[in-house]
């Protein structure tokens, strides 16, 4: 009996992956996260297990990318990939649930309590939990909740409480459903409303900036091959002559080239390039002062940007002074890269004054609030990625989805190039004008837009569904005081 229970709790959760792009069936996050808070909250055997049961098919699944990429582009062993692995979604499972199990103890004991007293504090320690999520372990900003509602008539809400204020309203609706379980039916299917799904086109012909994206689909486990230095430069090169003679700037991914900013071969290949009437932009390796960065530079401007937010366990070793030197694994060579600096400048245009934009590589864009920072003075974005690290996984779509939500976030165009996709030109109100898919070697010739007013989102941040958030946990105990002192 109880091993049914436990795996039935596993397929709710797993069924809350199905939500999330690639897939996109976005009223499962409902049924997911309801389940999961009626079992904490009205269940009293088990539940600890059943939590981690749903953590495992929700968590677990939905950031299996981590375990190829561990295991293939981290070269360890698969026993210490499905260690990490299992430690993240037991340290997930262990900052969720816990809150919301005392919770359930210290506050709605009584039957007596308000129902939307307890809808409202529920949703809003859920909330509290995920702002914890991106600093917590460096963030771990997947598989976010308030994600859903792109591409649907509230897609809107982005641009003024971002992506946390979506999740508010997930967890309003499922903590709803959870407890006004006699109502659930209503409830949930009046809530699809909110998903119907919406196609927006971008009508834009003429564009501020004319923009190619190269896609070279290179083989990233060739990559560091002595002979496979000379396919890397010739592909890149043979694509940059399919460029459109009206670009003003070419846009290559993230660390494409087996070589550092700082080597003769790179200041070669820039010369073999023969564009100086375009802007460069590229990831690069950095070597400076002995310490190596992921960067990102503009070859015209000679301005370079340093990745902040590094790949757990893919580019560096979380508390690396006790691991190191324990397993193989953590003495690989690129687990050594060092964040760059969170007081960054914007990179500047060289053809067009008073232009810029800010620099984004891979796993930065993932940080809301470190991109909304990045923005309140910048023109566009552009983000550089090399997602083949996700493997043939739902990372590289569930990552164009973010990047899309930080479009909308911001109210900021973004040019986003990638080794083997997807790359894709994203307007300010997350729309794909053009995109190259997985799997493919090509160039994207299109263009993009200037904006200049800031939205809600990117002058307050995570500050508004926060202090909300706040707000309710503290009336919430401050109503449960007084209650308790009002028996005695």
């Known amino acids: 009996m109880a091993l049914k229970q436990y795996f039935t709790a596993f397929v709710f959760g797993l069924i809350g992956i199905f939500a999330f ?27 600890l297990k059943k939590l981690i049961s749903w953590a495992i098919g929700h968590w677990g699944f939905g950031m299996s990318w981590l375990i190829v990429s561990v295991y293939y582009y981290g070269e360890t062993s698969i026993l210490i990939s499905l260690i990490i692995f299992i430690l993240l979604t037991l340290f997930l499972t262990l900052c969720f649930g816990l809150p919301l199990i005392a919770l359930k103890y210290r506050l709605f004991s009584g039957k007596a309590k308000s129902k939307h007293l307890k809808i409202f504090s529920i949703s809003s320690l859920l909330v509290l939990f995920e702002l914890s999520r991106y600093y917590l372990l460096n963030g771990v900003p997947w598989l976010i909740p308030g994600t859903v509602f792109l591409d649907t008539p509230l897609h809107a809400i982005y641009s003024l409480v971002g992506v946390t204020g979506g999740s508010f309203i997930v967890y309003l609706i499922a903590t709803s459903i959870a407890i006004l379980w006699e109502h659930r039916y209503k409830i949930f299917f009046g809530s699809l409303v909110l998903f119907i799904p919406i196609i927006e086109k971008n009508e834009s012909t003429e564009f501020d900036l004319n923009v190619s994206i190269i896609q070279p689909s290179s083989d990233p486990f060739q990559k560091y091959n002595l002979g496979y230095k000379s396919y890397i430069e010739n592909n890149i090169l043979d694509l940059i002559k399919d460029t459109s003679a009206e670009s003003q700037m070419i846009v290559l991914p993230e660390a494409e080239l087996p070589y550092s900013l700082n080597s003769n071969d790179f200041s070669q290949f820039i010369n073999k390039i023969n564009k100086k009437d375009k802007e460069i932009i590229m990831g690069v390796w950095n070597i400076y002062d002995k310490t190596l960065f992921n960067s990102l530079i503009n070859v015209n401007t000679n301005e370079i940007y340093n990745k902040r937010h590094l790949v757990p366990f893919g580019e560096y070793i979380p508390f690396t002074s006790s691991l190191r030197g324990l397993i193989d694994f953590f003495d690989m060579p690129m687990s050594n890269v060092s964040h760059g600096s969170s007081n960054q400048n914007n990179i500047r245009i060289n053809s067009i004054d008073g232009v810029s934009f800010s620099p984004l590589i891979c796993f930065d864009v993932a940080f809301g609030n470190t991109v909304r920072k990045s923005n309140i003075s910048s023109n566009f974005m552009i983000n550089v990625s090399n997602d083949t690290w996700f493997g043939k996984s739902m990372g590289p779509y569930q990552h164009l989805a973010i990047t899309r939500i930080r479009a909308i976030e911001n109210n900021k165009w973004i040019i986003r190039a990638t080794n083997d996709g997807i790359s894709a030109i994203i307007t300010n109100n997350g729309t794909i004008v053009d995109k190259l898919d997985k799997n493919i070697s090509g160039v994207i010739n299109s263009g993009i837009n200037f904006t200049y007013k800031r939205s809600l989102y990117n002058i307050f941040g995570h500050y508004i569904p926060f202090i909300l958030a706040l707000i309710m946990v503290l009336t919430s105990f401050i109503i449960d005081l007084c209650s308790k002192r009002k028996k005695y």
């Open 21 to 47: 792009a690639p897939f996109s069936i976005k009223p499962l996050i409902l049924v997911s996260y309801a389940y999961l808070i009626r079992t904490i909250l009205f269940e009293n055997i088990h539940t």
